[in-house]
């Protein structure tokens, strides 16, 4: 019997001793410190050493020098995706925005309460958790850059290495951190996907508010079942766990009384780049001003929720999440802007505070102050249907010439299937010409971003050359080749600068020379010289303005550039 109890003493001290050696910062700071990243890598590490099911791959370098880290976790101990197709595959993304560290810490809780089986992992639950994702943002750390924010102490920055705002970076990829990730998700093809933030704007009472991927944008079968049934499904599991949850609040001056929309989640952000691959995503938003310490704990508490209850409902989400893939490809429309359908209305519970006017210690004029002496709950109004105002239908194929290697690097990047031409070859397409299009005067992530773009279409036979790459849709990339790559889509590659070459026109005239030719050339085209004369008689502007006139006969001439505002990416019908 003694000798039984010396062991039992023996087993129990060290598995304390294990406990007490895979504390968090977290934890030893009683809730008010973050991990820094490399505190953060180093515990991982020196978790998945003594574990089997946990283990970490590096996905390329970051703008900051340092890898992209995926910590992987499958009770199966199985770590390849080709094996996971029975499983519910769960990617979690922390420090897109490091001063908003949440995540970094509820993660390294999580997974050590299920290495220690504090909790289980589901059997049909793989999860995968990049542990920081803007690791330049992350290295930047202040405790200055989030005024609006309580705790912790010290944190990282919003901007990345490159001063970039990485929940814009999806599409264009501008960092190496954005190409990294894109490799991640596919080698991945998550069915669920968090991204972990905190807030900014109104205050209420609510800790936990969550953005969802919009169930319209994200469309079929599976964007139906996550806003029936679940999407439900966690707001009851967060409730029980006494967590009250409500959508990612989105009014202004704090007055929720006329309701407010859900987030228009484009394509740049994280949810609307997982909807182009009918992946279910979630943005968890705790709210900025309640502690630092309860802002993690419902964070954890949000993780779990999804891994409870995606491990219960695993096998219709995996196989509604297959219908919508396999609709995609059947798909002949697809809409690429839209706008909030205002005659749909959901009804929440807010928990909200009254709002009131004071004098400004600052300034000596009225302020705005939440008075948290006034809490209230009661129904507003929530605007989360979405309907399209802009949609295109999908070509047989797309054609792109080779030099467009950026953009050809990036749809192999994202999985897009390319075929390139044998030979030099003559093909009729439809071209699309920009008559119009505004350009932002302002920076926006290091782009001048375009928008209120017009097109019009034409027949032409072009002569493409060996090498020049034709995309078939009919493929799972499908809805992400359209949002891409038709140039009216909210954040096509066109929007995002890339085609911009094709904007500036490269040759031109001298007058004197072009007044000679321009002659000739009417005389030999009696045609023209009608619409020349047509058109004077129609604008007495232009009537008066030789320089309009003599452009007018150059842009109608074979002498005009032909690539100048001719969209570069061809369409076969």
Known sequence: MKKFTTLFFIVFVSLNINAQSFQTVFEKSDGKQSATYFECIAFYKKLAAVNSIITIKNFGLTDAGYPLELVLVSSDKSFNPQQWQQKLVVLVNNGIHPGEPDGIDASMLLIRDIATKKIALPYNIVLAIIPVYNIGGSLNRTAFSRVNQNGPEAYGFRG?????????????????????????????????????????GADYQHTMTMLTTQHNKLGGEVGKYLHDVFEPSLYKSMQQKKWMMCPYVNFEMGNPDKGWDAFYDAPRYSSGYAALFQTIAFVPETHMLKPFADRVKSTYAFMQSVIEEGSKQATTIKQKRKESINAVKQQTSFAVQWKVDSSKIDTINFMGYETGKKISDVTGMNRLFYDHNKPFTKPVKFYNYFIGTKVVTKPKAYIIPQGWWAVIDLLKLN?????????DSVIEVTAYHIDNYKTSQRAYEKHYTHSDVAVSTNQQKIKFLKGDYIIYTGQNADRFLVETLELEAYDSYFVWNFFDAVLQQKEGYSNYRWEDVAGVYLQQHPELK??????????????????????????????YEPAHLRYPVYRLN
């Open 160 to 200: 990345n290495a490159q001063n970039l705002d990485l929940n814009r970076d999806f599409i264009k990829c501008d960092s190496k951190n954005a190409k990294a990730f894109t490799t991640i998700f596919h080698w991945l093809n998550p069915d669920i996907f968090i991204d972990n933030h905190v807030s900014d």
């Open 530 to 559: 009608e619409k020349l004369e047509a058109k004077k008689k129609a604008d007495t502007s232009f009537a008066n303005n030789a320089n309009a006139q003599l452009d007018f006969i150059y842009k109608n001439s074979p002498y």
């Open 415 to 423: 999985n897009v299937h390319l075929q390139q031409l044998k030979n």
